[in-house]
């Protein structure tokens, strides 16, 4: 049974922009905060931006001014906008709710 479903990866040039989606189960989305993360190689798993129940929104400061997280409560997906990608972006990205994870999507970002 399929909780989180991430989609939206890809290899992009510094500089370049992806939009990462999260396609959620229907009794998940609205019920618990939900959040990006992302864990690069050698690194442990990190926020990258979240947004609670009541639509309060954090951003990791490396991602601040270029990451938007947004939600489409219609389609249960939690989005993430990623514009001016630099190399320390490269990762895969996670996201995350009511303690369930999704498998991750690679985003690699070349010089």
């Known amino acids: 049974q399929v909780q989180l479903v991430e989609s939206g990866g890809g290899s992009v040039q510094a500089g370049g922009s992806l939009k990462l989606s999260c396609e959620a189960s229907?009794?998940?989305?609205?019920?618990?905060?939900m959040g990006w993360y992302r864990q690069a190689p050698g690194k442990e798993r990190e926020l990258v931006s979240s947004?609670?129940?009541?639509?309060?929104?954090i951003y990791d400061d490396s991602v601040k001014g270029r990451f938007t997280i947004s939600q489409d409560s219609a389609k249960n997906t939690l989005y993430l906008q990623m514009n001016s990608l630099n190399t320390e972006d490269t990762a895969v990205y996670y996201c995350g709710a009511c303690k369930f994870w999704g498998r991750g999507t690679l985003v690699t970002v070349s010089s």
């Open positions: 229907r009794y998940i989305f609205g019920s618990c905060g």
């Open positions: 947004i609670s129940k009541d639509g309060t929104i």
